[in-house]
């Protein structure tokens, strides 16, 4: 398998990008343990040295610099010395720094050690002079996906060393000091330019701290053929959903046929979040869209899409053929914001909740047991914060583990989860979970979240299941978010509204194969 997956997208608006597996360390533990009695241990170890030293051989720009080849004291430095190896046969100078103890190391890694040894290669026990700037390249084997603790002492030196260097650096599994199921940094962590994974994609690659690390991942499977040993929880989220989720519009059909969204928010000084809600289902293709607004000063015509009815929120929540209702954008945590959510939740349509609807879940027992015995679908969208508050935990906590967080507010509340952030994690109450590998920092923006909950309830009004629908709008506002990056030459400024346009030009071009 060879996938490259860019840690920041800047290619054309729609592009066919594969659904990818995603095991955790544990998983992947599971299938080096599963393909042994095939394929050997060692074996496997001498596939991925393989793949990673072909990868850098293709990395090197000069071949006349000498390459550096960091080896830790695990299995990781065990892939590094084979990568070594290799590229020392090529006739690459090759030079290997080892951070560990032959005595200490496992039977295979040992044994990559001695061949290293064996083809007439040498060992340094710290960084080589002169400077690092004089190498081409920078192969980071410290530490792998079993690390658990912070670096510190030598391996953060080493570590240091490489980030201030400006030498291109190819991490193997996983950037060292990055974890693997989290994506959070211990202590400090490399800033690859490159990571080559083995076996699969590992969470901490596609969230929270990784894609700032992790630079461009390559896949190599190693030949195995991982879904067969182990069935996946988790996937990315492939492009290829946007063609899937709707089918082309048939010419016999009329704004009836393409269901009718509300949105019940908007209270006194925020009925712009309504209006972008609003405006964004419009935008991909409902056929009717009522914004309730809560405020008694509401507008009562949008003078930019004068095509939405505006409403009173009891006229909203009164209505009996909505497809589906968005609840929370700018509704506040007000008593009557209060009610209005029990109203919502009390409906048999469709839910898409986000923001004030979410914090005020969170604060009321009530309302979660409300919420929890819901027979209709409900897709719940927060960010971090939401999360903690919606579980009763720390926002630290939500950020230690993105997937595992996800996966039980799903399982809690009986509904499909977008946890926002970067690699947005979308997980469904039978404990699978998708991560979505589009966006960038011009998200980080006021009224980005509004505008994500009206793409979400159009997909499901227009039929799409409530979680194909989240993992197809988290994966869509990304996609029109990357287009706008290209289009501005950066994320500087970027705002919800234009994401909205984008997303519409986008999924246009998904489903009937227009320029993208």
């Known amino acids: 398998m060879h996938s490259p997956i860019s840690a920041l997208r800047t290619v054309s608006a729609f592009q066919a990008v594969p659904a990818l597996p995603v095991y955790r360390t544990d998983e992947v533990r599971r299938i080096e343990s599963l393909a042994q009695s095939s394929a050997g241990s060692t074996n496997l170890m001498e596939r991925a040295g393989l793949a990673a030293a072909q990868l850098a051989r293709e990395l090197i720009a000069d071949s006349r610099k000498p390459v550096l080849v960091l080896a830790g004291p695990g299995n990781n430095g065990g892939d590094a010395f084979v990568v070594a190896r290799h590229l020392k046969q090529w006739w690459h100078r090759v030079q290997v720094v080892y951070a560990g103890e032959r005595t200490k190391l496992s039977a295979d890694a040992a044994a990559a050690f001695d061949a290293w040894s064996a083809a007439g290669g040498e060992t340094l026990a710290e960084l080589p002079h002169p400077a690092l700037a004089s190498c081409g390249l920078i192969v980071d084997g410290l530490f792998g996906i079993g690390l658990e603790r912070p670096l510190s002492g030598l391996y953060a030196e080493l570590v240091a060393a490489v980030n201030a260097s400006g030498v291109p650096a190819l991490a193997l599994d996983i950037p060292s000091g990055l974890h693997a199921d989290s994506g959070g940094v211990l202590g400090c962590a490399v800033r690859a330019r490159h990571t080559i994974t083995f076996i699969a994609l590992k969470p901490g690659l596609l969230t929270l701290d990784g894609p700032d690390h992790c630079?461009?991942?390559?896949?190599?499977?190693?030949?195995?053929?991982?879904?067969?040993?182990?069935?996946?929880?988790?996937?990315?989220?492939?492009?290829?959903?946007?063609?899937?989720?709707?089918?082309?519009?048939?010419?016999?059909?009329?704004?009836?046929?393409?269901?009718?969204?509300?949105?019940?928010?908007?209270?006194?000084?925020?009925?712009?979040?309504?209006?972008?809600?609003?405006?964004?289902?419009?935008?991909?293709?409902?056929?009717?869209?009522?914004?309730?607004?809560?405020?008694?000063?509401?507008?009562?015509?949008?003078?930019?899409?004068?095509?939405?009815?505006?409403?009173?929120?009891?006229?909203?929540?009164?209505?009996?053929?909505?497809?589906?209702?968005?609840?929370?954008?700018?509704?506040?945590?007000?008593?009557?914001?209060?009610?209005?959510?029990?109203?919502?939740?009390?409906?048999?349509?469709?839910?898409?909740?986000?923001?004030?609807?979410?914090?005020?879940?969170?604060?009321?027992?009530?309302?979660?047991?409300?919420?929890?015995?819901?027979?209709?679908?409900?897709?719940?969208?927060?960010?971090?914060?939401?999360?903690?508050?919606?579980?009763?935990?720390?926002?630290?906590?939500?950020?230690?583990?993105?997937?595992?967080?996800?996966?039980?507010?799903?399982?809690?509340?009986?509904?499909?989860?977008?946890?926002?952030?970067?690699?947005?994690?979308?997980?469904?109450?039978?404990?699978?979970?998708?991560?979505?590998?589009?966006?960038?920092?011009?998200?980080?923006?006021?009224?980005?979240?509004?505008?994500?909950?009206?793409?979400?309830?159009?997909?499901?009004?227009?039929?799409?299941?409530?979680?194909?629908?989240?993992?197809?709008?988290?994966?869509?506002?990304?996609?029109?978010?990357?287009?706008?990056?290209?289009?501005?030459?950066?994320?500087?400024?970027?705002?919800?509204?234009?994401?909205?346009?984008?997303?519409?030009?986008?999924?246009?071009?998904?489903?009937?194969?227009?320029?993208?």
């Open 215 to 516: 630079g461009e991942l390559h896949v190599r499977d190693l030949g195995l053929d991982v879904v067969a040993l182990l069935a996946p929880r988790g996937m990315t989220i492939g492009s290829a959903i946007l063609r899937a989720v709707l089918p082309a519009r048939s010419r016999n059909s009329h704004k009836g046929t393409f269901g009718s969204v509300g949105i019940v928010g908007g209270a006194t000084g925020m009925t712009g979040a309504a209006l972008l809600a609003a405006r964004a289902a419009l935008r991909l293709g409902s056929g009717r869209v009522y914004a309730g607004f809560l405020a008694a000063d509401a507008p009562s015509l949008d003078p930019s899409q004068p095509e939405l009815m505006l409403r009173r929120v009891e006229d909203v929540l009164s209505m009996d053929a909505l497809s589906c209702l968005v609840l929370g954008p700018g509704l506040s945590q007000s008593a009557e914001a209060k009610r209005c959510v029990e109203r919502a939740l009390a409906l048999e349509a469709p839910l898409v909740i986000d923001a004030d609807a979410l914090n005020l879940i969170g604060a009321h027992a009530g309302l979660q047991d409300l919420c929890n015995a819901r027979s209709a679908a409900t897709v719940m969208t927060p960010h971090p914060a939401e999360a903690a508050r919606l579980s009763g935990r720390s926002t630290g906590d939500i950020q230690s583990d993105r997937v595992g967080a996800a996966s039980w507010l799903a399982n809690r509340y009986r509904a499909v989860i977008a946890l926002k952030g970067v690699g947005t994690v979308v997980a469904i109450p039978d404990g699978r979970y998708d991560i979505n590998t589009s966006g960038n920092p011009g998200l980080a923006s006021a009224g980005m979240g509004d505008v994500l909950s009206g793409l979400l309830a159009a997909l499901i009004a227009e039929g799409a299941s409530a979680a194909d629908a989240a993992r197809a709008a988290v994966h869509l506002h990304g996609l029109a978010a990357d287009q706008r990056y290209r289009e501005l030459g950066g994320p500087i400024g970027m705002t919800a509204s234009e994401v909205g346009d984008a997303a519409r030009e986008i999924l246009n071009a998904a489903i009937y194969g227009g320029p993208g």
